[in-house]
């Protein structure tokens, strides 16, 4: 049952950081027309499931008035609101509290920045500054801090099974490319399972501008162009997916397995081996693990 729908409202954003699970740089294609976020939110509407509707990217703040008129829309088809931004906007507090008035007037529910190394070098930044002017208008706000990967100093630290320290990046996307290299990794054959996403009973998915339903970033139910929402998750069948049926049944691993993949010894985490095995089997499954930009690939 789904409750929640995060729409891609576009992947181009101002930074191109490494832990990005999408891909997102400021060249980055892929972006909703206002036609497109209102077809999205009429199919939401006829679930009668979900409860609230995030606008996130990539960078939402770059297409300002699309962003705005969006929440205008699922608000007055009865849904709650969220954005997720880098609030690279925020100058000053201020300025900051010109861009996020409008959000405040809409009564969006959530405001998430992101704040932390990844995207700020300084203490005094951005994402503080929005922080800041969000409450001094009210908006519900919180922070998202995600700490670059290490582990511990000394050789003992970088054998197997060492613990790696630093906050909740998870090795997909860019992350898998960008920040594995010198962290410890584990036998392929342990990662029997998913940790972070109910395959078989989703309640939240990701939708971007090609229609693309993601189950998670760069795994997909369909395409909502080509079918519509209501029917896809009616007929959503976690077991008869190529992909996400071996995932059920064994994790990465079983992925790996069953569709006799060549691999590493070792990954550094569940995400890094499951996206390792799909990025090699987009050739064999574009409709279901698209599209090819969030693998690197467009």
Request: proline share 6%; aromatic share 8%.
């Amino acid at each position: 049952m789904l409750t929640g729908i995060h729409l891609l409202l576009t992947y181009a954003c101002t930074s191109e950081c490494d832990h990005c699970f999408v891909y997102s740089s400021p060249r980055a294609a892929g972006t909703f027309a206002l036609e497109q976020i209102a077809q999205v939110l009429t199919q939401a509407a006829q679930l009668a499931t979900v409860g609230i509707i995030y606008f996130e990217g990539g960078e939402p703040f770059l297409y300002y008035p699309l962003m705005l008129e969006g929440i205008r829309l699922a608000r007055d088809l009865g849904f709650k609101t969220g954005v997720v931004t880098n609030a690279y906007f925020a100058t000053t507090v201020q300025d900051a509290m010109l861009w996020l008035g409008p959000l405040q007037e809409l009564g969006v529910s959530d405001l998430s920045l992101s704040d932390d190394a990844f995207h700020f070098d300084t203490p005094d930044n951005a994402a503080k500054r929005a922080l800041e002017a969000a409450r001094s208008l009210g908006l519900p706000v919180g922070t998202i801090c995600i700490e670059p990967p290490r582990v511990e100093a000394g050789a003992a630290s970088r054998e197997k099974g060492a613990p790696i320290v630093g906050g909740d990046v998870m090795f997909r996307g860019r992350a898998a490319e960008k920040l594995t290299e010198g962290l410890p990794r584990r036998d392929w054959r342990e990662f029997t399972e998913c940790p972070h996403e109910d395959l078989r009973n989703p309640d939240r998915v990701h939708v971007d501008a090609y229609g693309w339903v993601h189950l998670c970033q760069g795994l997909t139910m369909g395409n909502l162009w080509e079918k519509p929402l209501a029917a896809m998750v009616a007929g959503y069948d976690p077991d008869a997916h190529p992909i996400i049926g071996p995932l059920l049944r064994g994790g990465p691993a079983r992925l790996a397995e069953e569709h006799g993949l060549s691999h590493e010894e070792g990954y550094v985490d569940a995400c890094h081996l499951c996206y390792s095995m799909r990025k090699a089997l987009i050739g064999c499954f574009p409709s279901h693990l698209a599209p090819k930009q969030v693998y690197g690939l467009g």
